[in-house]
């Protein structure tokens, strides 16, 4: 099993609607989880970090999940500039394990 | 944005060659980050230096050879490298210690393509 996953997608979603995909983790002692966003041929960037209370910033909410092992990520009212990958990271043993990502295609 | 950057954008090289990535960051950080991105993989860590010292190698070939000279600059030097080390290399940096969040953040990347 492989320490993060995440189900590659792609998604393609209606612009306006309502997406959320999963990234589990194995190591049940992992302190701390984020989102990251990459666009195309460009570099990862932190969507948000996801603390144990979950959190929202507009239209994207996260969630943490310790009893599955899991971090969501919600994104409402999707708009074609979300398209993008979106890669959780999980710090375990002082590293950040990444997940390998999910493609979000966002169609007018 | 210009919190970390990192020339070259772009590298093409033969297997004989000896080039150096160059990483900066500006942020007042002091911990630095190598990694590789290979397409539809993880990312790999491939070196952690904190506070200036290398803390982590994951088990990285010696072809890949890093430099921290200060907590703000980050180097890869690579030589002999073979055609599958071609992918985008990402530096990344982000404080730590107590009650850090130590979020990381990312520069442009280095796009090496091996010949």
């Known amino acids: 099993r492989k320490e993060v996953e995440q189900d590659p997608g792609p998604f393609n979603v209606p612009e306006g609607a309502t997406v959320a995909f999963n990234c589990t983790y194995s190591?049940?002692?992992?302190?701390?989880f984020f989102w990251y966003r990459q666009d195309c041929r460009k570099e990862p960037k932190l969507l948000m970090s996801?603390?144990?209370?979950?959190n929202e910033d507009g239209r994207f909410t996260a969630q943490l999940n310790r009893a599955s092992q899991y971090i969501s990520l919600l994104i409402r009212d999707s708009k074609l500039s979300d398209s993008a990958t979106y890669l959780c990271?999980?710090?375990?043993?002082?590293?950040?394990?990444w997940g390998a990502g999910t493609k979000l295609i966002i169609k007018p | 944005e210009t919190g970390v950057t990192q020339t070259p954008r772009h590298l093409v090289m033969g297997m004989t060659n000896k080039k150096s990535l160059k990483c900066e960051q500006h942020l007042g950080h002091n911990a630095m980050y190598w990694y590789k991105q290979s397409a539809k993989k993880p990312l790999e860590l491939m070196f952690v230096y904190s506070l200036e010292e290398r803390v982590e190698n994951n088990s990285v070939p010696s072809r890949f050879s890093p430099e921290c000279p200060n907590s703000s600059h980050l180097f890869l030097h690579l030589h002999t490298l073979q055609p599958e080390d071609s992918a985008l290399y990402l530096c990344?940096?982000?404080?730590?210690?107590?009650?850090?969040?130590?979020?990381?953040?990312f520069g442009p990347g280095t796009r090496l393509l091996v010949l």
């Open positions: 996801v603390y144990s209370s979950g």
């Open positions: 990271a999980v710090r375990s043993n002082y590293q950040l394990i």
């Open positions: 190591n049940s002692a992992s302190q701390s």
């Open positions: 990344a940096s982000s404080p730590i210690g107590p009650g850090a969040q130590e979020t990381q953040y």
